[in-house]
Nanobody
Framework: QLQLVESGGGVVQPGGSLRLSCAGS????????IGWFRQAPGKEREGLSC????????VYADSVKGRFTISRDSAKNTISLQMNSLKSEDTAVYYC?????????????????????WGQGTQVTVSS
């Protein structure tokens, strides 16, 4: 059974940085795609970035491009999200997620309905 566990959230001032991690277990293939989403109060869940574990191909949403960097450690089935130049509007619960091979891919990874396995989420608060 797939399991994803996020860590690294917290409180940071505007302009600051945080690094989130997502540890995965139970994968039976080495070419899953794993994505990062966030959800702020009263808003829909938003896809931010994803990475294909087999070759490191990455995709970014316009809202985070140039500020956030996704990376992987395939040996450890872990991905990270380095978040720089944080803004108050980045405040949200951040989730990592994945889905069935060939269903959740880098072509559709911003669609929450494509992901079937989610972590519990980690809170990120950007405030002065």
């Amino acid at each position: 059974q797939l399991q994803l566990v996020e860590s690294g959230g917290g409180v940071v001032q505007p302009g600051g940085s945080l690094r989130l991690s997502c540890a995965g277990s139970g994968f039976t293939e080495d070419y899953y795609t794993i994505g990062w989403f966030r959800q702020a109060p009263g808003k829909e869940r938003e896809g931010l970035s994803c990475i294909r574990m087999s070759d490191g191909r990455t995709v970014y949403a316009d809202s985070v491009k140039g500020r956030f960097t996704i990376s992987r450690d395939s040996a450890k089935n872990t991905i990270s999200l380095q978040m720089n130049s944080l803004k108050s509007e980045d405040t949200a619960v951040y989730y990592c997620a994945t889905g069935p091979l060939n269903y959740y891919t880098t072509r559709n990874c911003f669609s929450p309905i494509r992901a079937s396995d989610w972590g519990q989420g980690t809170q990120v608060t950007v405030s002065s």
